[in-house]
């Protein structure tokens, strides 16, 4: 099976709502980074966090990381009809080295 | 951050016909390009590295022969699809990796280029 299981698949909340999504994954890794892409474009970096880290914040954002349980949650606080998009965990086994994607997440937020 | 420029867009091509897809990264240098290939809904699956001044690493299952990469120079990579059939009809997106700094690991993308094959 693939490395790095996102769930929930799909998920719908109404602005201002926060709303969360988590990354499961099986090897070991040197780092893990979120990245969202809107419908028909390229795929935008949000956040990465190396193995070494538990928790990262980048405004609205907000990452964990447990790598005993190789798993990993993305916060987004007080979303905005513009977050609706789709979220992609990627795992990197060393330092820029290739990257395996998760299955996404499609997000939608109702105004 | 760093931009990476796909193109083109958006291809249409009949059943047979190679297709060319440029990725250039426009203010830094890349050794190393990856290509991923995109079915609707779905994640990105990766096809190859493409390296600087040699071979590509391909992907198990991805047929070297059937899709072409060159990375000629430090700013471009090529990915052809020879003979493209429906059935390679799909979006096809680049990266860069930073290399250096405190975000090492991170891939800047191109916007993707969206092949149909009728």
Redesign the interface.
Known sequence: S?Q?EEDPQALSIQEGENATMNCSYKTSI??L?W?RQNS??????LI?IRSNEREKHSGRLRVTLDTSKKSSSLLITASRAADTASY?C?T?ET??????????T?LTVNP | ?AV?S?HPSRVICKSGTSVKIECRSLDFQAT?M?W?RQFP??????MA?SNEGSKATYEQGVEKDKFLINHASLTLSTLTVTSAHPEDSS?Y?C?A???RGP??????????S?LTVL
């Open positions: 693939q790095g040197n780092n980074q990245y028909g474009r390229g795929l935008v970096h990465l992609f990627a990197g330092s820029g080295s290739r990257l395996t994607f998760g299955e996404g499609q | 951050g990476v796909q190393t990856f991923y809904k779905q994640s990105l699956m990766l590295t979006f997106i990266s990796p930073e290399l975000n090492t690991g991170e891939l800047f993308f191109g916007e993707g969206r």
